[in-house]
T-cell receptor, first 116, second 116 residues
Framework: AQKVTQAQTEISVVEKEDVTLDCVYE???????LFWYKQPPSGELVFLIR??????QNEISGRYSWNFQKSTSSFNFTITASQVVDSAVYFC?????????????FGQGTTLQVKP | GAVVSQHPSWVICKSGTSVKIECRSL??????MFWYRQFPKQSLMLMAT?????????EQGVEKDKFLINHASLTLSTLTVTSAHPEDSSFYIC????????????FGPGTRLTVL
């Protein structure tokens, strides 16, 4: 069965600290896609990254970086030098290629609070 | 990224009335649209998958007669909450995608429904 687990419900850091949001997934598919979305207080989900199962290269985009490790079924997200504007709920999600429906399975989300 | 709009952004209605929510993909043709429901401090729950020109596929436990979904064109899907009750009050989010091309979904800003 497919499942996404974000064990951290809430994280609070002080501005400029680095923070890592954990994501662990379960799937029987060999081809799948992993996503991170940000949901600020306004409610709109903002797409951050998509990674396919065959690409284990880590990615960096500005202060954001992602660590994909198939051996541990994890796709963790790190924010470096956090800022108040990073405060939001972050969702990790999984899509299985064999379903061919594009359905996303979401984790429970991690609420990040960055204090000034 | 692609832009998806939702209308209205918020609505308050009386119990027993019906409410229609529109989801539009503004700059791409969405073969598939998804409707989610999100309760406060919870994750997104997929309600149904809507493919243009065909009937929507509802997730287990979602009443198809209560949540009517229409996907008449490649840029528009509507969700109608019929005979709304206070327990239907929630944040409804749509997303649009092209699963045959990419697994990335783009989300609308959401509609907050309050049923009195």
């Amino acid at each position: 069965a497919q499942k996404v687990t974000q064990a951290q419900t809430e994280i609070s850091v002080v501005e400029k600290e680095d923070v890592t949001l954990d994501c662990v997934y379960e799937t029987r598919d060999t081809t799948y896609y992993l996503f991170w979305y940000k949901q600020p207080p306004s409610g709109e989900l903002v797409f951050l990254i998509r990674r396919n199962s065959f690409d284990e290269q880590n990615e960096i985009s500005g202060r954001y970086s992602w660590n994909f490790q198939k051996s541990t079924s994890s796709f963790n997200f790190t924010i470096t030098a956090s800022q108040v504007v990073d405060s939001a709920v972050y969702f990790c999600a999984l899509s299985e290629a064999t379903s061919n429906t594009g359905k996303l399975i979401f984790g429970q989300g991690t609420t990040l609070q960055v204090k000034p | 990224g692609a832009v998806v709009s939702q209308h209205p952004s918020w609505v308050i209605c009386k119990s027993g009335t019906s409410v229609k929510i529109e989801c539009r993909s503004l700059d791409f043709q969405a073969t598939t649209m998804f409707w989610y429901r999100q309760f406060p401090k919870q994750s997104l729950m997929l309600m149904a998958t809507s493919n243009e020109g065909s009937k929507a596929t509802y997730e287990q436990g979602v009443e198809k007669d209560k949540f009517l979904i229409n996907h008449a064109s490649l840029t528009l899907s509507t969700l109608t909450v019929t005979s709304a009750h206070p327990e239907d009050s929630s944040f409804y989010i749509c997303s649009a995608g092209q699963p045959h091309i990419t697994d990335t979904q783009y989300f609308g800003p959401g509609t907050r429904l309050t049923v009195l």
